[in-house]
Each structure stands twice: as structure tokens, then as C-alpha cells.
């Protein structure tokens, strides 16, 4: 009985000390400092095995290979933005981007982790607490991101030259969002995964 009473005061006690840490302000929320490293591994963990849960059902259109598809996929890449944080062949992100925290990873490795329809949950759902967006809440249909996801499967062979040519025409970020209809291509297909 002694012992109940010990373990329930120690547990009132540890809530009032998180209460005070966390809500007195004491808790750091600054981006610029890394998580300590069993934190930053425990979100990694945690993220990884519920983008491999929530994705596992999803099925990719059938016209998922056609070259038509990743050129869409770059040209909306392009518009959307993605390059800003990302980075594209022969294209710099843009130096905000070093500032955040996590840092956004270079999709060219990401390939290769990561299934088309992972790939595609992440860009459609984005991801809570790093700056990756949801497009879906934006607004960006389903075909649109199948496109991207196609488009960032073939990152690891696209060329800087066949990026410049695809995106050529594409609207600035800041412009509305293309139409749904995918442009006709125009320059040389790329090559099947
Ligand atoms: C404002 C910055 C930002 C923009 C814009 C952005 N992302 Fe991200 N993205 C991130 C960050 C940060 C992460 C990493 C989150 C993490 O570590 O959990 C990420 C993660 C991802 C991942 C998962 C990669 C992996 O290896 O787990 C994919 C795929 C992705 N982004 C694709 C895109 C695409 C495609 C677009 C455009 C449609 C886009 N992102 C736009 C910041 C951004």
C-alpha cells in the first residue's frame, strides 16, 4: 500500500515537472539546434513505419510508366515549388531551405527508398511537424501527383539538360496551379526505371 502511494505521488510529481517544462516555456522549440539524436531517430521511425502503413493500399494509374507522365511530373514539379526545398538537376534550392529543420532530403536518394505509392502519399499528405506541405490540401489532383511520383522515381537518370527542356515552359511557383490536362511532351522520353 506504501509503495502504491509512493509510485502515485512520484507520478503526480513527474506530471507537475513536465507541466512546468513544457508549458512555463522551458522546452526549446528553435529550428536552428538538431533534435538530440534518440529524438530525431524516434520521429524517423515513426514517420517511415506510417508512410509504409498508410501507403500500402494504394494503387498507382496504369499509364504510371508512360515517359508522357514524367514529364507532366517534372513541369509540375517545377510549378509546385518542390525545387525550392528540394533542389532539381542543374537547379539550386533555394538557400532558405538549409535553415530547416529536418533538413528536406535530396529525392534522388529518396528513389530509391521509397515505393511510387510512398512517394505519392507523402506528396499528396505532406508531412506534420518538417515543412513538407500537403498538395492534396491545396488542391493538386490525384493525376497530378501521380505524375510527381512518377517524375521523382526517374530523378536518379533524369539529366540537367532533360529537366531545363521538360520544364521549360513551366509556370513560376507563384503562378495558379497548371491545368489538369497534361501538356503534350515536347523533348526527348526518359528512360524506363
Ligand atoms: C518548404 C519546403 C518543402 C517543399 C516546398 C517540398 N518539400 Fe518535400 N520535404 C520537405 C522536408 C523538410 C522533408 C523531410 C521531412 C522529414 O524528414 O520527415 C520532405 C520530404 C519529402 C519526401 C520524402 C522523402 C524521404 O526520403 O522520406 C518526398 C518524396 C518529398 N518531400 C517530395 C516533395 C515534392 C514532390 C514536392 C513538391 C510537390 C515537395 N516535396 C515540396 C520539404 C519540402
Partial sequence: MRFLAF????????????AVFFFGGFYDVAARDKDPAAVAWALGRIRDA??????????????????????????????????????????K?????????????????????????????????????????????????????WSIAAFVKHLPTVTEENYRQWTASAPVATAPPPATAAPEPTAAAPAKP
Fill in 7 to 18: 509510485m502515485g505521488g512520484l507520478a503526480i510529481l513527474v506530471a507537475i515537472g513536465a
Fill in 50 to 91: 506510417a508512410v509504409i502503413r498508410s501507403a500500402e493500399n494504394l494503387r498507382a494509374p496504369d499509364n504510371f510508366e508512360d515517359s508522357a507522365q514524367t514529364i507532366a511530373g517534372a513541369r509540375a514539379f517545377a510549378a509546385r515549388g518542390c525545387a525550392n526545398c528540394h533542389g532539381a538537376p542543374g537547379v
Fill in 93 to 145: 534550392w533555394a538557400k532558405f531551405s538549409e535553415g530547416l529543420n529536418p533538413d528536406p532530403p535530396d529525392l534522388k536518394e529518396s528513389a530509391g527508398e521509397l515505393t511510387a505509392r510512398q512517394i505519392f502519399w507523402t506528396i499528396r499528405n505532406g508531412l506534420r511537424m518538417t515543412a513538407m506541405p500537403s498538395f492534396g490540401a491545396i488542391g493538386a489532383s490525384d493525376g497530378e501527383i
